[in-house]
T-cell receptor, first 113, second 113 residues
Framework: KQEVTQIPAALSVPEGENLVLNCSFTDSAIYNLQWFRQDPGKGLTSLLLIQSSQREQTSGRLNASLDKSSGRSTLYIAASQPGDSATYLCAVSSTDSWGKFQFGAGTQVVVTP | NAGVTQTPKFQVLKTGQSMTLQCAQDMNHEYMSWYRQDPGMGLRLIHYSVGAGITDQGEVPNGYNVSRSTTEDFPLRLLSAAPSQTSVYFC????????????FGPGTRLTVT
């Protein structure tokens, strides 16, 4: 069974610092990996989707990398802002069940002004 | 497109009552899922469907039923509500083309007293 871990569970950084969020998974036979943002009391907003054949995806200040062989993905957020404060979740789907995602517990990020 | 819609947004039930959480998507996605989210935890899969007429159990299916008579709708039924089912429920749909991105509804906050 796929297990997804996000460490650390919480992170606090000063504004302007780069954020590095980690996601690890136990089974490398993934179909894709998706990063989400969740604000308190709200739903999930998709940030980036990385297909298994890709090494990274970029959107604005966000960059996500994927290393299937080591079972890791990293989400980089450049020049953090207080508005980046949220919980970030990663989710992984497997090649034998492409629409079925396993989620990590998330990393709660606080960016202080 | 409205995307993925869920009703109601909030619900309070007494122990033993039954109810149906509604989920609909207008994107013609094959795959639909129900998750629950509890404090400090990621999302856990309750049930999923790979197409109309086909459903299967996820990680935490006990106490819940689903059906999928159309591509658009995927209702979740609580048979006899228990306090342990107090949670936030999210519905999602996934499209295979373009890499299998998952789209989420806004969630239903359920309290069972």
């Amino acid at each position: 069974k796929q297990e997804v871990t996000q460490i650390p569970a919480a992170l606090s950084v000063p504004e302007g610092e780069n954020l590095v969020l980690n996601c690890s998974f136990t089974d490398s036979a993934i179909y894709n990996l998706q990063w989400f943002r969740q604000d308190p009391g709200k739903g999930l907003t998709s940030l980036l989707l990385i297909q298994s054949s890709q090494r990274e995806q970029t959107s604005g200040r966000l960059n996500a990398s994927l290393d299937k062989s080591s079972g890791r993905s990293t989400l980089y957020i450049a020049a953090s802002q207080p508005g980046d404060s949220a919980t970030y979740l990663c989710a992984v789907s497997s090649t034998d069940s492409w629409g079925k995602f396993q989620f990590g517990a998330g990393t709660q990020v606080v960016v202080t002004p | 497109n409205a995307g993925v819609t869920q009703t109601p947004k909030f619900q309070v039930l007494k122990t033993g009552q039954s109810m149906t959480l509604q989920c609909a998507q207008d994107m013609n996605h094959e795959y639909m899922s129900w998750y629950r989210q509890d404090p400090g935890m990621g999302l856990r899969l309750i049930h999923y469907s790979v197409g109309a007429g086909i459903t299967d159990q996820g990680e935490v299916p006990n106490g819940y039923n689903v059906s999928r008579s159309t591509t658009e709708d995927f209702p979740l039924r609580l048979l006899s509500a228990a306090p342990s089912q107090t949670s936030v429920y999210f519905c999602a749909s996934t499209v295979r083309t373009g890499g299998g991105e998952q789209y989420f509804g806004p969630g239903t906050r359920l309290t069972v007293t």
